[in-house]
């Protein structure tokens, strides 16, 4: 039995800060860029995510790529 995973998608998300809840912990939002190519360079990825970063207001806590991939019995 072979397993093979094959990229369906990929998406960029920006984690920034939201303040603070009233009990004293982080609030965060998250921007979502979806359509990613599953063939691009994670190196090139985080070039555009630090493009996006300068449009934003709100501070930038973690860049994130979110692989989806579906996984086959073949």
Same mark, same amino acid.
């Given at each position: 039995?072979?397993?093979?995973?094959?990229?369906?998608?990929?998406?960029?998300?920006? @984690?920034?800060?939201?303040?603070? +809840?009233?009990? %004293?912990? =982080?609030?965060?939002? &998250?921007?979502?860029?979806?359509?990613?190519? !599953?063939?691009?360079?994670?190196?090139? @990825?985080?070039?555009?995510?630090? +493009?996006?970063? %300068?449009? =934003?207001?709100?501070? &930038?806590?973690?860049?994130?790529?979110?692989? !989806?991939?579906?996984?086959?019995?073949?």
């Amino acid at each position: 039995m072979a397993i093979v995973a094959n990229p369906i998608g990929s998406e960029l998300v920006l @984690v920034m800060d939201n303040g603070t +809840s009233a009990s %004293g912990g =982080q609030l965060t939002k &998250n921007r979502v860029y979806p359509d990613v190519k !599953t063939t691009a360079a994670d190196a090139d @990825v985080y070039s555009v995510a630090q +493009s996006l970063l %300068g449009l =934003q207001e709100k501070t &930038n806590l973690s860049v994130q790529r979110r692989n !989806t991939v579906e996984i086959q019995d073949i």
